[in-house]
């Protein structure tokens, strides 16, 4: 592979770990939200996954999102009988949200990012020095 392909691989995987963080960014912004009247359910935490797929041009494999789905794990309870959205016996339905969860994967998601791009700095730096000795 050269230099190039690597910078576009790079540039691939940073793409799908932006979404990925987009998608934990929606799941964190929603996790104390409740619904707003009775019958109604909360925000349902998404997950993203990814595929892999081959480049026949030059044989390598990329990685693209998929499908972004709903999180089917059940729904947290809450008693709280006030609530508007509260069932016959006081409880409330609370996003299946766990923000300590969420953070450990934004964490993940910014390490590979961070790493996809220190590929395309090095490859970007090889291709400059290798000018800098061309044109001398």
Excluded at 49 to 65: I, Y
Excluded at 87 to 106: A, R, S, T
Aim: net charge neutral.
């Amino acid at each position: 592979m050269d230099l190039l392909d690597a910078m576009t691989q790079a540039a691939k995987g940073m793409k799908a770990q932006g979404a990925r963080m987009r998608v934990i960014s929606e799941n964190i912004a929603n996790a104390d939200s409740s619904p707003k009247g009775p019958g109604q359910l909360p925000y349902q935490r998404k997950v993203i996954t990814f595929k892999s797929l081959l480049d026949k041009a030059n044989g390598q494999q990329e990685v693209e999102v998929d499908r972004i789905l709903p999180d089917q794990s059940e729904f947290v309870t809450k008693y709280d009988p006030s609530h508007p959205a509260a069932d016959k016996n006081g409880f409330v339905k609370m996003p299946n949200v766990n923000p300590l969860v969420e953070m450990m994967d934004m964490r993940e998601a910014q390490r590979s990012y961070e790493a996809n791009l220190g590929v395309i700095d090095m490859a970007k730096g090889m291709l400059m020095r290798t000018l800098d000795l061309l044109s001398r």
